[in-house]
C-alpha cells in the first residue's frame, strides 16, 4: 500500500511534537530534499519527512501533471515483525488463576470418579518403565530394591488409599517441575530426551502425554500427599497439596518409619462422600477393570482366609456326667471349623494381554479363555480373529464372534453395547462408543483394541474423530467380515446357521446402512428359496441354480414361507422351474432394494408390474389383446380409481387374475408394514401407496366368462358385481388389505347363498310344508259365565 504524506501533514505532525504516548514515539526516520521549479522560473528547495513505524521501502514519483515529486513509501512491517527499527513492543505471559485452573481440570476433564485409580497407576507403570529403561546403562539404579511392582493398600475406616511403586521416583526439582507446573507431563519431557539421544524406539510402552493425569486425584481426596525417593538423590521429600488450595508444599522426610528405599508412595485422604473408594473389592475391582493389562504386577491389600479346627470347651453338666460314668474310657476332644482371617498381598492383574503375544504361540483355548475371562461370557465363542495392523495406523486386536446374541435387549436400535474394549499401551481407556470404532450393524462383535498413538482427548474417556479413527474403523470391519467369512467356510454347517439366527438382521441392517461395504455383506446373507424351503441358501447358491436364459434374482416378500409360496405370482415361475427368493422378515424387502444387484444380476420383485420372463411370444399377445382388449376396458371403467390400469397377465397359470404394484411404489408386504408402524405417519400413505395394475388370466374360466358377459351384455347386474368380487378376491390373495373386509364377507355370503340356492332339495325362496297334515276339528263354542258365579 503507497501513502503520500503531505507538507501540511508533515507540519502538523511537526508543530505536534510527535505522537502523545510516551512509549510510542515514532522517529522521523530522514529529511529529503527535493527541487521544485516556480512559476516565476526560480528553483525552489522544499525539505519532506516521513515517517516510519518500521521497515518502508521509500520511493519518489510524480504526483501531478507539473511533475512535482512527492514522497511516498509500502509498510511492510506487522505487529510481530516488530524490532529495533521500528516500535519497541513489550511481550507478556499469560497469567492463570491457579485454584480456578485447577476446579477446572479436577471437575471438568473426567466425566467418571473412578478414572482417577488408573491414572495414577498409569504414572506409577511410568515410573517403573523409566527405571527399568535406564537401568540398562545404569545398574546401579536397581541395587535398593529389585522387584518392580505397584502397591495398593486402602484403609476403609478412615477413607485413606496408598498407591506405592518401585519406580524412578522424583528428586525435590523434579517434585516442582513435574507436580509444581500444571500440564507438563515428566513421560513426555522423558520421551523428547529419547528421540534427541536417538532412542526414540527404545521405549514406546509409556502412557502420559498431558501431564493433568496426576490431578484427578482431587476428584476423591481433600489432600494429596506425595512421599519420594530417587536413586540420585539421598534423601527424600514429601510433596502436599489441598483442592482448593493454589499453594503446595515440599519437605524432607524425616521420619524413619516412613522412608522409602526407592520409588514414590501416594497417599490420598479421601472426602467424606468418597470414602466408599477406600474398600478392598471396590479397588480390586477398579484395577481389573482399567489396569488389568499393565506389564508390572499389581498387588491390592486384601482381607483372606483359612480354616482350621480349634476345641471347643465342654458344657460342665455334661462333664460331671462323664466324670460319674464307671468306663474310663479316654475322651476325644470336641472341636469346630472356624475361619481365621487376615491380611495380605494378593495379585489383581493374573490376565495377561493376549493380542501382544504372537498368535502362532496362542492356542484355541486361550483365546476362549480370555474371552470368558473379560467379557463374562460361559460360552466360547463362535469364532475369534488376532491381527496386528501395521503402517499408518499401528494397533493390536483380538475380535469375537459371540455364540448367542444378548437378551433382554435390541441391539440393533442400542449401538453402545460396550463389547468394544479400547486400550492404550495396555490401559483401559473406554468400552463406550456410538459407532466409532464399529458401525450399528456389527456392534455384536466383541474384542479388544490396543494401540499406542490414538487421538484422545486429556481426560481419555473421547475418541476424537479423525482421519485415524476411520482407518481404523475401516480395518476392523473389514477383519470383522472375513472373521464371519470363515465361518461359512466351517465343515460344520450348523455354525453358520446358529450365526445367521442370532446376527441376521444385523447384516441385513448393514445393506442399508452400509453401501460401501455391500459386496463383502451380500455372500453372507441367507434366505428361503421356492425350491428350498427348509434351509435358506446363499447369493452364489441361486446364481449356481439360475437357468441358463435367466438373467434376474427374483424375490417375492411375505410375512410368512407359507404366505409366499401360495402366492399367485409364482404359478407362471414354478411351472418354468425358476427359483424365487422368500423375503420373510421385515427389512428384507428393504435390505435387497439397497443392494440392486449381486454379481451383475438384478433383484426383480415378481409382485411389480411388467414382470419380464424372458418367453414373449407378440404375435399371440397381439391376437390375446384383441380378444380381450374390450373386457380389460370394461372391468378398468367397472373398478375405476382402484386400479390404474387392466392388462393381460404373463405370471398366471391357475388363478384368474391377481393385483400387482407398480415399479416405484411399495409392494403390498411393504404398504402392510408401513400401516402397522407405531409412529406411522397416515397421511403419507396414499402418497406412497404404489400405483395397482389388475392383471386377468385369459386362459382361466372366470374371465372367459366375463369375456362373454362384456361382449352381450355388458350393463347386467351380475356381471358387474361378480367384477367387483373378482376385485376384492385378487387384493386378498395378492397380499393388500382390504378397505372394508365386512363388505367383502357380505360379498362372499351372497355369492355362496347363490351357488348353494336349489342344492340338496332346498330353495332359498320356498320352505315346503310338512309331510303329515292334521285332520281338522270342530270347535267348541264356550259361553261366558255370570259374574260371580262358580263353576262346579
Not at 484403609?155 to 525435590?172: A, E, H, L, P, Q
Not at 473408594?277 to 480390586?284: D, K, L, S, V, Y
Request: glycine share 4%; proline share 4%; hydrophobic share 35%.
Amino acid at each position: 500500500m503507497h501513502r503520500v504524506v503531505s507538507r501540511r501533514s508533515v507540519s502538523a505532525i511537526l508543530r505536534a511534537g510527535g505522537l502523545r504516548h510516551r512509549n510510542s514515539a515514532v522517529p522521523l526516520s530522514s529529511s529529503i530534499p527535493f527541487d521544485q521549479s516556480a512559476d516565476d522560473g526560480k528553483t525552489e528547495k522544499k525539505w519532506f519527512s516521513f515517517l516510519a513505524t518500521g521497515s518502508c521501502n521509500a520511493t519518489v514519483k510524480p504526483f501531478n501533471s507539473r511533475n512535482v515529486p512527492v514522497l511516498g513509501y509500502r509498510l511492510e512491517s506487522t505487529s510481530a515483525a516488530h524490532d529495533s527499527s521500528g516500535l519497541s513492543a513489550e511481550k507478556y505471559e499469560y497469567q492463570a488463576e491457579v485454584s480456578r485452573l485447577m476446579d477446572l481440570i479436577v471437575n471438568s476433564l473426567y466425566s467418571n470418579k473412578e478414572v482417577f485409580l488408573r491414572e495414577l497407576v498409569s504414572n506409577a507403570s511410568d515410573a517403573l518403565d523409566k527405571l527399568r529403561f535406564l537401568s540398562v546403562t545404569e545398574p546401579d539404579l536397581l541395587k535398593d530394591a529389585a522387584d518392580l511392582d505397584i502397591r495398593i493398600q486402602t484403609d476403609k475406616d478412615n477413607g485413606i488409599i496408598t498407591i506405592t511403586d518401585s519406580g524412578i521416583g522424583m528428586t525435590r526439582q523434579e517434585l516442582i517441575d513435574c507436580l509444581g507446573t500444571i500440564a507438563q507431563s515428566g513421560t513426555a519431557k522423558f520421551l523428547k530426551a529419547l528421540k534427541e539421544s536417538k532412542d526414540a524406539g527404545a521405549d514406546s510402552n509409556l502412557i502420559g502425554q498431558f501431564g493433568v493425569g496426576f490431578y484427578s486425584a482431587f476428584l476423591v481426596s481433600e489432600r494429596v500427599e506425595v512421599s519420594t525417593k530417587s536413586p540420585k538423590s539421598d534423601r527424600q521429600y514429601v510433596w502436599e497439596g489441598e483442592v482448593n488450595s493454589s499453594s503446595y508444599t515440599i519437605r524432607e522426610e524425616t521420619d524413619p518409619s516412613k522412608l522409602i528405599p526407592r520409588g514414590t508412595r501416594l497417599t490420598l485422604y479421601l472426602k467424606r462422600d468418597d470414602k466408599g473408594f477406600a474398600h478392598p473389592e471396590r479397588i480390586q475391582r477398579l484395577v481389573q477393570n482399567y489396569s488389568q493389562f499393565v506389564s508390572f504386577p499389581i498387588y491390592t491389600w486384601q482381607e483372606k482366609g483359612y480354616t482350621k479346627e480349634v476345641e471347643v470347651d465342654e458344657d460342665p453338666v455334661e462333664a460331671k456326667k462323664d466324670d460319674r460314668d464307671e468306663k474310663t474310657e479316654q475322651k476325644k476332644k470336641k472341636t469346630k471349623t472356624v475361619v481365621e482371617k487376615y491380611w495380605d498381598w494378593e495379585l489383581t492383574n493374573e490376565t495377561q494381554p493376549i493380542w501382544l503375544r504372537n498368535p502362532k504361540e496362542v492356542t484355541t483355548e486361550e483365546y476362549n479363555e480370555f474371552y470368558k475371562k473379560t467379557f463374562n461370557e460361559y460360552l466360547e465363542p463362535l469364532a475369534s480373529s488376532h491381527f496386528t495392523t501395521e503402517g499408518e495406523v499401528e494397533f493390536r486386536s483380538v475380535l469375537y464372534v459371540p455364540s448367542i446374541a444378548p437378551t433382554g435387549k435390541d441391539d440393533i436400535v442400542n449401538t453402545k453395547t460396550k463389547n468394544i474394549r479400547l486400550y492404550v499401551k495396555r490401559v483401559f481407556i473406554s468400552d463406550d462408543f456410538d459407532g466409532e470404532l464399529f458401525p450399528r450393524y456389527l456392534s455384536f462383535i466383541k474384542g479388544v483394541v490396543d494401540s499406542n498413538d490414538l487421538p484422545l482427548n486429556i481426560s481419555r474417556e473421547i475418541l476424537q474423530e479423525s482421519r485415524i479413527v476411520r482407518i481404523m474403523r475401516k480395518r476392523l470391519v473389514r477383519k470383522a467380515f472375513d472373521m464371519i467369512l470363515g465361518i461359512t467356510m466351517s465343515e460344520n454347517r450348523d455354525d453358520y446357521a446358529r450365526f445367521w439366527e442370532n446376527f441376521g438382521k444385523h447384516l441385513k441392517l448393514g445393506c442399508i446402512e452400509d453401501r460401501e461395504n455391500h459386496k463383502r455383506i451380500a455372500p453372507l446373507l441367507r434366505f428361503f428359496s421356492s425350491q428350498s424351503e427348509e434351509d435358506m441358501i446363499s447369493f452364489d447358491e441361486y446364481v449356481e441354480n439360475m437357468k441358463p436364459d435367466q438373467k434376474d434374482i427374483y424375490y417375492i416378500a411375505a410375512d410368512s414361507v407359507t404366505s409366499a409360496k401360495n402366492a399367485p405370482f409364482l404359478e407362471k415361475l414354478v411351472e418354468k422351474d425358476i427359483e424365487v427368493l422368500f423375503l420373510v422378515d421385515p427389512i428384507d424387502e428393504v435390505a435387497i432394494q439397497n443392494l440392486k444387484s449381486y454379481k451383475e444380476k438384478n433383484f426383480v420383485d415378481i409382485s411389480k408390474e411388467d414382470l419380464d420372463l424372458g418367453d414373449k411370444n407378440e404375435e399371440k399377445e397381439k391376437e390375446i389383446k384383441q380378444e380381450f382388449g374390450q373386457t380389460c376396458e370394461w372391468i378398468k371403467k367397472r373398478l375405476g380409481d382402484k386400479v390404474a390400469s387392466v392388462q393381460i397377465s404373463n405370471r398366471l397359470s391357475t388363478s384368474p387374475c391377481v393385483l400387482a404394484s407398480g415399479k416405484f411404489g411399495w409392494s403390498a408386504n411393504m404398504e402392510r408394514l408401513m400401516k402397522a408402524q407405531t409412529v406411522g405417519d397416515t397421511s403419507s400413505l396414499e402418497f406412497m401407496r404404489s400405483r395397482r395394475v389388475f392383471e386377468i388370466n385369459p386362459d382361466h374360466p372366470i374371465i372367459q366368462t366375463l369375456n362373454a358377459a362384456c361382449k352381450s351384455s355388458p350393463n347386467d347386474e351380475e356381471a358387474l358385481r361378480s367384477v367387483d368380487l373378482l376385485y376384492d378376491a385378487a387384493l386378498v390373495s395378492s397380499g393388500f388389505t382390504p378397505e372394508s373386509p365386512a363388505q367383502l364377507g357380505g360379498k362372499i355370503y351372497e355369492m355362496m347363498g347363490m351357488a348353494l340356492s336349489g342344492r340338496w332339495g332346498t330353495s332359498a325362496q320356498q320352505v315346503n310344508p310338512p309331510s303329515h297334515v292334521p285332520e281338522t276339528m270342530e270347535a267348541e263354542v264356550v259361553k261366558p259365565a255370570e259374574a260371580g258365579s262358580q263353576k262346579l
